[in-house]
């Protein structure tokens, strides 16, 4: 029998952070609180502007912090809308392609 332990704990955390984004989105951050995301640009069903694909063409990290917008949560994918240089922009983004 081969244990496959690297997957194991991939789903375990993405586990952690799909029940993360489910306290944010219930009662936001607080007290200073931040999280910083980083996730694959590049991998499928990845959606963002694509003059951030141009400028992150592998992976990128995000912050929430004080300004998000759109926030919601699915069972593979998480949506949200953040500011760059002032100009609002939807992000869908899997949690198989959070690194």
């Known amino acids: 029998m081969k244990i496959d332990y690297s997957q194991i704990l991939k789903e375990n955390m993405i586990n952690v952070l799909r029940d993360v984004l489910k306290i944010i989105d219930k009662e936001g951050l607080k007290e200073g609180h931040h999280l910083f995301i980083t996730f694959k ?39 949200i809308t953040l500011s760059f240089k002032g100009i609002k922009s939807d992000l869908s983004i899997p949690y198989d392609s959070v690194i």
Not at 52 to 74: A, G, H, S
């Open 41 to 79: 640009t590049n991998y499928p069903n990845v959606k963002i502007p694509s003059w951030l694909k141009d400028k992150f063409p592998n992976e990128m990290t995000i912050v929430m912090q004080y300004e998000y917008w759109n926030f919601r949560i699915t069972k593979n994918y998480f949506k």
